[in-house]
């Protein structure tokens, strides 16, 4: 059960919060809060020079844990537009889980979206040791074709997965 409510304050600046509870869970009723906000800041384009378009996020949650991410548009033309991200996420009160060896207190992410006329490319990489990419082409407007790949180093597990989605897709 839960409820989502946000706030609109400008067309580039929005506030939002959600309530969740689990009736019958184990020991009792569990429940969580979240909070956030989210501004986007949009140049326009002029003539010979591109916009400098960013998007900044953050939340808190009841258990005290909190996520900032930033991207910015690095570049932008008519037959392709670039972004790079950032993403930090830190939970203080998991402290004591992680001096146990059993939890991480917190973990940064950095990266990249290629976007073409007719794929889009996006990568990350992870401060856990986690890498992953994918790449979507849209062979058609009814027929797109995804190939992913996530390696995760440290716990040696390594997948791919390949997909195709027909009738829409990429926006």
């Known amino acids: 059960m839960g409820y989502n409510q946000g706030f609109n304050f400008s067309p580039n600046f929005s506030i ?8 019958g869970y184990p020991g ?3 429940s969580s809060f979240e909070t956030g906000c989210r501004y986007q800041h949009l140049v326009p384009k002029t003539a010979g020079q591109a916009g400098n378009d960013f998007v900044v996020c953050g939340s808190v949650t009841s258990d005290m844990s909190l996520t900032a ?3 910015h548009k690095v570049s932008e033309s008519d037959k392709s537009t670039i972004w790079l991200s950032t993403d930090l996420r830190l ?4 402290i004591e889980a992680h001096l146990r060896g059993e939890d991480t207190v917190g973990a940064a992410s950095v990266g990249y979206q290629i976007i073409l006329r007719q794929s889009s490319l996006k990568g990350m990489l992870d401060s856990t040791g986690k890498v992953s990419a994918s790449v979507e082409e849209k062979v058609n407007a009814a027929v797109t074709v995804l190939m992913s790949a996530e390696l995760d180093h440290p716990k040696e597990d390594y997948k791919f ?4 989605n027909l009738g829409g897709g990429m926006q």
């Open 28 to 30: 009792a009723l569990h």
């Open 69 to 71: 991410s930033y991207a």
């Open 16 to 23: 939002g919060a959600m309530v969740q509870g689990v009736i």
């Open 91 to 94: 939970r203080p009160l998991a």
């Open 161 to 164: 997965g390949f997909g195709v």
